[in-house]
């Protein structure tokens, strides 16, 4: 196990042949992507092992935070629980990728460099719903009535009602 917290960057050439952990929270790392989403990361902790052997070297762990988004019905903010696990095999260039199968899922680390903040930020994306909203009645759904509090919604005309009319030759049978 390596450290109290996890590194922005991990260097594999500076790495043995073996297994090597890493467990502990992410702290003051940038995260662009989740900017871009206007969104605000909360502690993210992660564990991380990566394998290196003889083969292709293997990073596998999980991550978990709290991220706070608008809300699409209320526009207020929604905190989200995002919790990802992965399986993936280390390769250099994004080229080697194509002798690995669509299911066998790859992390570029070019030159050895495993940018771990990077790969968080993909897990925390992907496991972010697509339409944040409230779980609770409380959230209003949109259904707002603009005008005094306690007043009346106005009364409409179903839009319908005219297509009725259509419906009915001139004997009133309806068709």
Not at 76 to 103: K, N, T
Request: aromatic fraction near 4%; charge should be negative; charged fraction near 25%.
């Amino acid at each position: 196990m390596h450290g109290n917290g996890l590194p922005h960057r991990i260097d594999m050439t500076r790495l043995g042949e073996g297994e090597h952990s890493w467990s502990g929270a992410l702290v003051d790392c940038p995260l662009p992507r989740m900017d871009a989403l206007r969104a605000h990361v909360g502690a993210v902790s992660a564990t991380l092992t990566l394998v290196l052997d003889r083969g292709r070297p293997r990073l596998y762990g999980e991550c978990a935070g709290t991220v706070t988004l608008v809300c699409e019905r209320c526009l207020a903010p929604v905190a989200v629980d995002a919790a990802g696990s992965f399986d993936l095999v280390v390769v250099d260039r994004i080229e080697e990728a194509d002798g690995y199968g669509a299911d066998q899922p790859v992390v570029v680390a070019a030159k050895g460099q495993l940018d771990i903040a990077a790969l968080v930020e993909d897990e925390l994306i992907l496991a972010l719903p697509v339409i944040p909203t409230h779980d609770n009645t409380d959230c209003d759904g949109g259904q707002r009535q603009f005008g005094p509090a306690g007043e009346a919604a106005p009364a409409r005309d179903n839009p319908f009602q005219a297509l009725e009319s259509l419906k009915r030759d001139g004997s009133g049978e309806v068709h």
